[in-house]
């Protein structure tokens, strides 16, 4: 509790992680999907909880964020029902780009870099991948065939789709999901450019601040690394 009162961008960071490795041994189960369920409306929680350390509005992020609770744990019991699917994408997606945007805005709120202000920097890049994995979602229930991988065409798995955001993000070039459609492609390419500016902008700016205070010599406030 400790952690999550002082640091939440650091507990939203570690668990979104956790939920990326409990992934694989969790998905082949109706008992295991409705435990990642629970698993990701903690995650969503915890934004929740991140999100009001920020310059953000509290309130937009509940109104996606509560329903996009629910809406976790009955995907996670019915993973095929395209309906649910969908509005499940449409609620995640908005939220987790709110939440990032409060993140980034936090980070840009002062000329200190903190401790939180790094791990909000790690949850605000995870929490950009985990939007455009939903959006991804939407895409392929809204345009059938949005993506192909290497078992061939069809709907791609969400934990494929958040594989592809990252890899697309990170701009690695190491996903075997690729776009194959338009609309699917010019999703895509937004994320590439997103990627990109964030490093120029987020990283860039906080790597900055560090040394012109090193420059400057001056001490750490309390907090501050």
């Known amino acids: 509790m400790k952690l999550l009162r002082d640091h939440p961008s650091a507990a939203l960071l570690g668990a979104q992680l956790f939920a990326v490795l409990a ?23 915890i934004a929740l909880w ?21 809406t976790t744990v009955i995907e996670a019991l019915y993973p095929h029902n395209d309906s649910i699917v969908l509005v499940n994408a449409l ?16 980070l840009f709120h002062d000329d200190r870099v ?27 229930v ?8 290497a078992g ?12 592809l955001s990252f890899t697309t993000l990170t701009s690695v070039g190491l996903s075997d999901v690729t776009p194959v459609l338009a609309h699917a492609r ?7 450019v997103a990627g990109v500016m964030y490093v120029a902008l987020v990283v860039a700016r ?14 750490n406030p309390p907090g501050d690394v």
């Open 152 to 163: 061939g065409p069809g709907d791609r798995s969400w934990f494929e789709l958040l594989f």
């Open 186 to 192: 010019s999703l895509v390419i937004i994320e590439q």
């Open 114 to 140: 903190t401790r939180d202000e790094l791990y909000a920097t790690g949850a605000a890049f995870t929490v950009v991948a985990w939007g455009f994995a939903y959006v991804y979602a939407a895409a392929q």
């Open 23 to 45: 992934y694989p041994f969790l998905d082949q189960s109706t008992a295991g999907r409705a435990t990642l369920g629970v698993v990701g409306m903690l995650v969503v929680m």
């Open 91 to 106: 609620l995640h997606a908005p939220f987790y780009f709110f939440v990032s945007y409060g993140m980034i805005r936090y």
């Open 50 to 70: 991140a999100v009001r350390r920020t310059p953000a509005l509290t309130w937009v992020a509940l109104v996606f964020g509560l329903p996009a609770m629910v």
């Open 142 to 149: 809204l345009w059938p065939g949005s993506f192909t991988g």
């Open 206 to 219: 906080l790597v900055g601040l560090t040394v012109n205070r090193s420059r400057l010599g001056g001490p």
